[in-house]
């Protein structure tokens, strides 16, 4: 959920290869498996050209779905 609410505040980058790799402010996330599934599981996506290096992530509409629920919960 910490992964989905950086890419939702624009505080992530990823890479658009194969395998992508996300940034969050400035600094390699620690759980890149995560990030990987977040990517292959369609929640969240590189907004850019695919010939770039690092580009913005964004959320799917599935993505946001999930986060939903969670916008007015404190954790």
């Known amino acids: ?3 989905l609410r950086a890419v939702a505040q624009g505080r992530a980058v990823m890479s658009s290869s194969v395998e992508p ?3 969050i402010d400035g600094v390699a996330c620690c759980d890149q498996m995560a990030a990987h599934a977040l990517a292959h599981g369609g929640y969240i ?3 850019g050209e695919s010939g770039e290096r690092l580009v913005p992530a964004v959320l799917t509409e599935a993505g ?3 986060l939903a629920p969670a916008v007015g919960h404190v954790a």
Request: glycine share 0%.
């Open 64 to 66: 946001q779905a999930v």
């Open 1 to 3: 959920m910490a992964m």
């Open 45 to 47: 996506r590189p907004d």
């Open 21 to 23: 790799d996300l940034f």
